[in-house]
């Protein structure tokens, strides 16, 4: 089966920074786009990023200029740079991708993956 899977998630005290990961395992032709979300206990799952197969990226503007973005379509691999972390960046980050998974099939969205928790101490 395709998958996502997350990873790179971990307890960092506020102003470090991680770098998560989400890979497509499986076999596809390419990932057409790629958003990470996040969500908190109690809030609402909210986009924290996205990226489409032209490179185009965009931010929340609560971690725009403090996350970036990028892709590694050699592994069909993700990439989430996390720097100046703040405790209000703390929840468990999922992400989504949509796929081209054969010629002539039309392009569709994967399942969510597992997250990966995201904790920051102040």
């Known amino acids: 089966q395709v998958q996502l899977v997350e990873s790179g998630g971990d307890l960092v005290q506020a102003g470090g920074s991680l770098r998560l990961s989400c890979a497509v395992s499986?076999?596809?032709?390419?990932?057409?786009?790629m958003a990470w979300y996040r969500q908190a206990p109690g809030k609402q799952r909210e986009l924290v990023a996205l990226?489409?197969?032209?490179?185009?990226?965009n931010y929340a503007d609560s971690v725009k200029g403090r996350f970036t973005l990028s892709r590694d379509n050699a592994k069909n691999t993700v990439y989430l740079q996390m720097n100046r972390l703040k405790p209000e960046d703390t929840a468990r980050y999922y992400c989504?991708?949509?796929?081209?998974?054969?010629?002539?099939?039309?392009?569709?969205?994967?399942?969510w993956g597992q997250g990966t928790q995201v904790t920051v101490s102040s």
């Open positions: 989504k991708a949509e796929i081209a998974s054969s010629y002539g099939v039309r392009p569709s969205f994967l399942d």
């Open positions: 499986g076999r596809i032709l390419s990932i057409n786009s």
């Open positions: 990226i489409t197969s032209g490179g185009t990226t």
